[in-house]
Structure formats: C-alpha cells, structure tokens
C-alpha cells in the first residue's frame, strides 16, 4: 500500500474498474438475455476470481453458448446513465485508465463508447467452434501491480472500484474509493470511502487532482 502523502507533487492518475462503474455488469446482461439466473454472479458476489469464472466457463460449455453469442450481448450494451458525460468531464482534468478483470474479446465492441479508453483486461481461450475453453490472466494480481506500477513511475493515483477483486488495487491507490458497492463489500472493508453517485465521485476527483485532499462537506 502507498502511503498517500510519498506521491504528494507527483502528476495525477486515475485508475477506475469498468462493469458497475462505468458499463453495465457484463455477466448479469448476459444471464438476462439468456435466461441463465447463474450467470449472475460477480466478484460482487465471490471473492475467489479462479472459482468465479471456473463456474462460468462450466455453464456456458453446459448451455452450448460461444464467445460470439456473448459478444452479441455485449454489443448491445451502453455505457451506465451519466458515465458518458463523466468520461467527458475526467478525460478533461486526469489521465484515466480503465482496469479491468474483464476480457479484450469481450470490451471491445463497447470502447467506442467509451471514447476509446485506454484499457487494461485480459484474454479469453477460444476453440476453433467459438467455444470459450480458458482464460489467461495477463499477469498475476494484475490490478495491483499496475498501481504499483504507475507509483514507480512516478504518478500519484486515485483509484475507484466496487468490488471484491477491486480491493488489492484499492488499497495500494495513494487515495480510493468504493463506487455504489454492495452492502457485503462495504462491511468488509469499512474504512474505504464510498461515493453512490457521478457527482459525488467528479467532485473527489476534482478534489484529488486539484487539492489532493479529500472534499470537505
């Protein structure tokens, strides 16, 4: 963890998750288009990521479903109400990267809706049938060492999740924040500021670029 004074003239950057921040939770679009209600389940949820996604990977080789149905699905979705706006606003003020547990077969059919942003993500293991079989970690705890990471070369970073695997990458971020958690993540890990709206997270990043203080009120 860094402490949060070390980077104090450093240059800003901001570190955000993607699904339930700023997309949608892409796993719960699909369960809903399919009518999987197991699908649901997020690192919200299940904490373990390996276990998490080894249940996903058993469900969708049980339902016969291939990446192209899930691009199909994930090609309908838009950015959650407001986070375009956001983007707007922060791209102004910080560099942002996104850093995400997800995949690049599945989040690049939505960067154009997301101005393009630079994102971090992982890659899925696909038969020639189109049938996800693995998953490749582009390094191990990677939302961590990518904070680490940025601290070594020398930017101050903010970083903003809502879920269990955000935690490590939260906590190593000269300053956090928990964006609409559940209450599960939050009881967890009560001493995590927690903002439930794009107004509320713009004015603690205008505070951290600008102040690097937390607001006040």
């Known amino acids: 963890m860094t402490e949060p004074n070390k980077l104090r003239d450093a240059p800003p950057l901001l570190a955000s998750d993607l699904e339930g921040i700023l997309l949608p939770e892409i796993w719960i679009a699909v369960a809903d288009a399919t009518g999987i209600p197991e699908l649901r389940l997020t690192t919200r949820d299940v904490a373990d990521y390996d276990e998490l996604m080894q249940m996903r990977l058993d469900i969708l080789r049980k339902h016969g479903l291939r990446l192209q149905d899930i691009q199909e699905v994930i090609a309908g979705l838009d950015p959650l109400p407001g986070a375009g706006e956001l983007l707007d606003e922060v791209r102004r003020i910080v560099p942002l990267i996104i850093i995400t547990d ?8 939505v960067l154009p809706k997301l101005g393009l942003t630079t994102v971090f993500a992982h890659a899925l293991e696909v038969d020639a049938a189109g049938t996800i079989v693995g998953y490749r970690l ?3 705890h990677a939302k961590r060492r990518a904070l680490a990471a940025f601290h070594d070369l020398g930017f101050r970073t903010l970083a903003v999740g809502d879920s269990y695997n955000d935690i490590a990458m939260l906590l190593e971020a000269a300053q956090r924040l928990l964006f609409r958690p559940p209450a599960n993540v939050c009881a967890d890990y009560p001493d995590i500021p927690v903002v439930h709206t794009y107004d509320d997270l713009l004015r603690h990043v205008r505070a951290f670029v600008y102040a690097n203080h937390a607001p006040s009120g």
């Open 102 to 109: 997800s995949y690049y077969e599945f989040v690049n059919p």
């Open 138 to 140: 582009r390094v191990p």
